[in-house]
């Protein structure tokens, strides 16, 4: 006994370049695996969701584990996502792709040195970490592991973002910190500083192009408690 091709989808329907061709004909106990397009769809057995489903050619006919031929009793149905409070301002402008960029992780840090000496051991990488108090500071260091995620919020426009740090366990919670801007006054330059984050906070606010600045502010700070940072070398900014 053989099967022929399962029929499901018309051939002209969508793109099927990229799908590698049936054989005209299944010998009897061959297998297939159907599932739905995980991006858009779950499978429904009945009225259970499952990943995907086996069909087995038996006796000429395709069978599924419901016992039914082919996919009858299987639907592939569409998911809805429930977005938190802000997505439909998103939405409205276009920009739902921002939504979802809270989870990008975030090195920042600066290298000061001469292209030449920037090795693997020299420590010319200034990573950006906490100080006493609620300061920022640069950390001299020969890496940089991730430190902040940047958050689009309910508050943030197209260009800011609130950055928050990532805590030594990873374990996010509702006392996690964000960088702050400190305005300067007569005692200390402008910088940045870690506060419990608050997403109705201007301050809190960042633009990502301006990190350089700050960072530069912390490096003018750091010279002044420990040594010269500012030596005849070349500078680099930047953030991974």
């Keep these: 006994q053989q099967c022929g091709r399962p029929g499901h989808r018309k051939i002209d329907s969508h793109d ?5 061709p049936l054989p005209s004909a299944f010998e009897s106990g061959a297998v ?6 995980t991006e858009r769809y779950r499978l429904l057995k009945g009225s259970s ?3 995907s489903e086996r069909l087995q050619c ?9 016992g039914e031929t082919s996919l009858k009793g299987l639907a592939c149905e569409s998911c809805v996502q429930v977005g938190a409070t802000g ?4 939405d409205q402008r276009n920009e739902q792709e921002l939504y979802f960029f809270n989870r990008m992780a975030l090195s920042v840090y600066t290298e ?3 292209i030449k000496e920037l090795s693997t051991v020299a420590q010319h990488r200034y990573c950006l970490g906490k100080a006493e108090g609620h300061s920022m500071t640069v950390i001299a260091s020969t890496g940089c592991p991730a430190v902040v995620v940047p ?23 509702d006392a996690d910190e964000c960088l702050k801007s400190r305005k300067p006054t007569n005692e200390t330059v402008a910088g940045l500083q870690h506060v419990t984050c608050n997403v109705s906070a201007p301050k809190q606010l960042l633009l990502p192009a301006e990190l350089p600045v700050d960072m530069w502010d912390l490096h003018i700070e750091a010279d002044e408690r420990t040594q010269d940072l500012h030596k005849g070398y070349s500078s680099y900014c930047g953030t991974s």
């Design 151 to 173: 958050l689009v919020t309910a508050k943030s426009s197209p260009e800011t973002r609130q950055f928050k740090l990532i805590p030594d366990d990873f374990a996010f919670s």
């Design 49 to 51: 969701m499952v990943t």
């Design 112 to 114: 000061l040195g001469m």
């Design 16 to 20: 099927w370049q990229h799908k590698r």
């Design 87 to 90: 997505y439909a301002g998103f």
């Design 58 to 66: 038996v006796n000429g006919d395709w069978r599924n584990s419901l």
């Design 32 to 37: 297939l695996t159907a599932s739905c397009w």
